[in-house]
């Protein structure tokens, strides 16, 4: 039973920085991927940031020297810093965590890479 639950979205202005936290629970295993993944309405769900045990990431073209994803494995957190942010970045942010390694190779991740998620935290960006 994992469990995943995010915090910090909100309401800013464009050019404004949020910082999303994603705390784990339940039974998790050391080894495991993080991502960040975002919807809009009316889209679907896509990968933003990803990040392996040993702080190995990468993130979307699109955020990228925006955003900066980390994790702090002893309080099993997952964060997502995001600076400069834009009207097109307004969605609902999702944490997810899969065992074992980061899917790197093949192609950015997927949804359905990932089997564990959260409920989702509201960011908003007005112009």
């Known amino acids: 039973q994992v469990q995943l639950m995010e915090s910090g979205g909100g309401s800013v202005q464009a050019g404004g920085s949020l910082r999303l936290s994603c705390v784990a629970s339940g039974y998790i295993i050391d080894n495991s991927c993080m991502a960040w993944f975002r919807q809009a309405p009316g889209k679907e769900r896509e990968g933003v940031a990803q990040i392996d045990r040993l702080g190995k990431s990468d993130v979307v073209d699109s955020v990228k020297g925006r955003f900066t994803v980390s994790r702090d494995n002893a309080e099993k957190t997952l964060f997502l810093q995001m600076n400069s942010l834009k009207p097109e970045d307004t969605a609902m942010y999702y944490c997810?965590?899969?065992?074992?390694?980061?899917?790197?190779?093949?192609?950015?991740?997927?949804?359905?890479?990932?089997?564990?998620w959260g409920q989702g935290t509201q960011v908003t960006v007005s112009s």
């Open positions: 997810a965590t899969r065992p074992g390694v980061c899917p790197y190779d093949g192609g950015w991740i997927l949804r359905s890479d990932f089997p564990y």
